[in-house]
């Protein structure tokens, strides 16, 4: 098994604070905005970007995250069924702007669930995509970040592996694993 | 582990403890679907389940019905009083002719013990046990753990009672194998004549005195004297027994301490239990009924995973 680097502690930090003020450009005072990550890996990178945003912007943004487990097209196709995780959106997202925030774009169909599961809270003014890392050539749906991190050009054979302090690491690391 | 050791649910006696808290789990993510916006989910969007009920129930098929579409799946509901049954039909024929028409689970209740048992081992579909004779109810065994957990934080190492008709009544049988299984400590009380002679071999206390049992339990599940199944008599009158074995509200003041009551419905209220017993604080019949639709999405979600 190969390991490759794509973002180390301080690139990714680097990264964290530009897709912030990209946010901040677009949705200025985040008074209409919301910020919804993804489980199960997504809410980590929501709750940097979360934190580093009410710094600036120095007011409470919304915080959520969203379990799209019951809204996934392979239940039934695969081996064992995905256990869900817990879906907490204790805020009204009807007429407001929502990003959406995952760590790794692959095929689309983990956000067009998302979607799906989105509307059933409400109508959203706007939705919006912010993930780290989009790996180009893998789109199996016709689905488009608005915000990224970094494009890698993957296989569908490798992996992207997202380590981030939050989830138990060392060191906010991104890493780029060949399966032999 | 996120996937049932079993293909079926016939009844609580073949799953394990690691199923159980897997099914808890998953309706804890139903629960909170069903009390979101819009309640419905498109997990089971491409399967069918027939609900084939051989013998009458209002609760548990209105609960199925509405999990099955909660999680978007086709439903088709069929009843023995209406049916070819009464042209003499068998229950594998009846069977077999709703699955050629491409059903992928069965959700059944029949009068006779065994019965799903006896189809699981004809046909490929899908089963759920919604109560088979006197013998078990899984789905209701199930609903009621998961309501004591909910209202005390666990079920392991709890005192349970379960006070009644517990002869006739295969609440009480799927409820001991569950409750064991996770830990609690089981008891059941009622009149010499409705418990059946062997049930201290299942490693339950017997106890003749309902107040004793009270003062006993933290949880007491009573159950209703099931008349429609007793052809002899079994007490000399319903008043009678309410004045032996009805729980009413007095009773649990003079406890001094907390007990959760429980009941799986239908409610006889004067006879088991007075309406200021069923609708006290203690009560969590109404919680009983909620959790049950998120315990059969759960239950339905995790069955349709293995096809």
Redesign the interface.
């Known amino acids: 098994m190969q390991k490759k680097l794509i973002l180390d502690s301080n690139l990714l930090d680097i990264t964290v604070s530009r897709l912030c003020q990209q946010l901040i450009e677009n949705h200025n005072t985040f008074s209409d905005t919301v910020i919804i990550g993804m489980q199960p890996r997504g809410i980590f990178l929501a709750e940097l970007i979360h934190t580093k945003l009410e710094k600036h912007i120095k007011r409470d943004i919304p915080l959520g995250y969203l379990?799209v487990?019951?809204?996934?097209d392979d239940?039934?196709r695969?081996d064992?069924?995905?256990?869900?995780?817990?879906?907490r959106i204790p805020f009204i997202i009807e007429e407001k702007n929502v990003v959406l925030v995952d760590d790794v774009l692959f095929t689309g169909r983990t956000v067009r669930a998302a979607m799906?599961?989105l509307?059933?809270?409400?109508r959203p003014a706007k939705v919006e995509l912010l993930v780290m890392i989009d790996r180009k050539y893998n789109r199996e749906l016709p689905i488009a970040p608005d915000y990224v991190g970094r494009t890698v050009n993957t296989m569908a054979s490798q992996r992207v592996l997202v380590e981030l302090q939050a989830q138990g690491h060392k060191q906010n690391k991104i890493w780029l694993i060949n399966k032999d | 582990m996120s996937k049932l050791s079993q293909k079926h649910l016939l009844g609580i006696k073949d799953i394990t403890r690691d199923d159980i808290e897997l099914i808890f789990e998953t309706a804890d993510n139903f629960k909170e679907v069903i009390n979101r916006p819009i309640r419905k989910v498109p997990s089971l969007r491409d399967v069918t389940i027939a609900n084939v009920f051989f013998e009458n129930s209002t609760r548990t098929r209105l609960s199925f019905e509405l999990a099955e579409k909660r999680l978007s799946a086709d439903v088709i509901n069929f009843s023995a009083s209406n049916s070819s049954v009464k042209k003499g039909e068998t229950l594998l024929d009846t069977v077999n002719n709703i699955l050629a028409m491409k059903v992928d689970m069965i959700v059944m209740r029949h009068a006779s013990p065994g019965a799903p048992h006896y189809l699981a081992r004809h046909i490929d579909a899908n089963i759920v046990n919604a109560g088979d004779g006197t013998h078990e109810h899984p789905t209701q065994a199930l609903l009621d753990t998961y309501s004591i957990r909910e209202r005390l934080g666990s079920v392991s190492g709890k005192k349970v009672a379960i006070i009644g008709d517990i002869l006739h009544s295969r609440v009480a049988l799927s409820n001991i194998f569950a409750l064991q299984k996770l830990g609690a400590k089981v008891m059941v009380c009622g009149p010499p004549t409705l418990l059946p002679k062997f049930i201290g071999q299942l490693g339950v206390q017997v106890e003749l005195d309902v107040r004793k049992a009270l003062q006993w339990c933290d949880v007491a599940n009573v159950l209703r004297i099931q008349l429609e199944r007793q052809q002899i008599k079994y007490f000399p009158s319903l008043r009678e027994y309410s004045l032996y074995y009805g729980i009413n509200r007095k009773m649990l003041e003079e406890l001094q301490k907390p007990v959760v009551v429980m009941h799986p419905g239908p409610i006889n209220r004067g006879v088991e239990i007075s309406s200021d017993a069923a609708d006290s604080p203690h009560s969590i019949i109404l919680d009983q009924v909620e959790n049950g639709v998120a315990i059969r999405m759960a239950v339905l979600y995790l069955l349709a995973a293995r096809p």
């Open positions: 379990d487990t019951f809204h996934r239940f039934r695969r064992e069924p995905i256990l869900p995780k817990e879906n799906d599961a509307i059933a809270f409400g």
